[in-house]
C-alpha cells in the first residue's frame, strides 16, 4: 500500500511537555495537511502547509516544511491529555489517486 | 462534528454476504472521498467523486466494490461478497476543493 513515513510511530510524554512528529514523502507535493485522529473516530483537519511556505502556526501548533528533503514536522507545545490521539500527515501531489497518508504517530500525553 | 455523517456506524457481517455503506457529505462540498483504514494504519484513497462523477478509483478498489454518488449529493460504497479481509473503517469526506478535508465518523466493518 502506498503510505507516507511519520516517525516517531509512538511518542509518550508528560502534559506540558512538547511533542514532534515528522512526516516525509517521496514525490513532489502541492500541499501537506495534518490531521488528528481520535481512537475510533473521524479524521480532524488540523493545519495545512503550502509548498512555497516553510513554517505556519495554528494555536499551539506548528509546522515546518522541507521541500529539499521531502519532509515536515508537526510539533504540539505545551501538550495536554486532549492531544492524546494517533497523528496523520496527507499529501496532494497533483492527481486525486495521489492522496497518501503517512502511517501515523501515536501520541499518548500522561497528566 | 464536522458535519459529514455515515451510516451505519458498525456493521457486522458473514463472508460472502453484501454490505452497502451511506455517506452524506456537506451540502455545497461538491467532492466527496472513500477511504480504508485498517487497525494502526493512515487511510488509504479509495474512491473520489466530484458532483456524481466517479473521477479516481484506487487499484485497492477491487471488482467487489462499487461505489456511487447520485444527483451528487449522498454515495453509496457496496462490497460484494465480502472477505475477512475486507473487515476495516470505511472512512468518507468532503471538501469544496482539493485541500481540507472534512471526515465522517466512519463505518466499521467487521467481516466473520
Known amino acids: 500500500s502506498q503510505q507516507g513515513e511519520e516517525d516517531p510511530q509512538a511518542l509518550s510524554i508528560q502534559e506540558g511537555e512538547n511533542a514532534t512528529m515528522n512526516c516525509s514523502y517521496k514525490?513532489?507535493?502541492?500541499?501537506l495537511q495534518w490531521y488528528r485522529q481520535n481512537s475510533g473516530r473521524g479524521l480532524v483537519h488540523l493545519i495545512l502547509?503550502?509548498?512555497?511556505?516553510r513554517e505556519k502556526h495554528s494555536g499551539r501548533l506548528r509546522v515546518t516544511l522541507d521541500t529539499s528533503k521531502k519532509s515536515s514536522s508537526l510539533l504540539i507545545t505545551a501538550s495536554r491529555a486532549a492531544d492524546t490521539a494517533s497523528y496523520f500527515c496527507l499529501f496532494f501531489s497533483g492527481g486525486y489517486n495521489k492522496l497518501i497518508f503517512g502511517a501515523g504517530t501515536r501520541l499518548a500525553v500522561h497528566p | 462534528d464536522t458535519g459529514v455523517s455515515q451510516d451505519p456506524r458498525h456493521k457486522i457481517t458473514k463472508r460472502g454476504q453484501n454490505v452497502t455503506f451511506r455517506c452524506d457529505p456537506i451540502?455545497?462540498?461538491?467532492?466527496l472521498y472513500w477511504y480504508r483504514q485498517t487497525l494502526g494504519q493512515g487511510p488509504e484513497f479509495l474512491t473520489y467523486?466530484?458532483?456524481?462523477?466517479?473521477?479516481?478509483k484506487s487499484r485497492l478498489l477491487s471488482d467487489r466494490f462499487s461505489a456511487e454518488r447520485p444527483k451528487g449529493s449522498f454515495s453509496t460504497l457496496e462490497i460484494q461478497r465480502t472477505e475477512q479481509g475486507d473487515s476495516a473503517m470505511y472512512l468518507c469526506?468532503?471538501?469544496?476543493?482539493?485541500?481540507?478535508?472534512?471526515f465522517g465518523p466512519g463505518t466499521r466493518l467487521t467481516v466473520l
Open positions: 451540502s455545497e462540498h461538491n467532492r
Open positions: 469526506a468532503s471538501t469544496p476543493r482539493s485541500d481540507t478535508q472534512y
Open positions: 467523486f466530484q458532483n456524481e462523477a466517479q473521477l479516481e
Open positions: 514525490t513532489s507535493i502541492n500541499n
Open positions: 502547509i503550502r509548498s512555497n511556505e
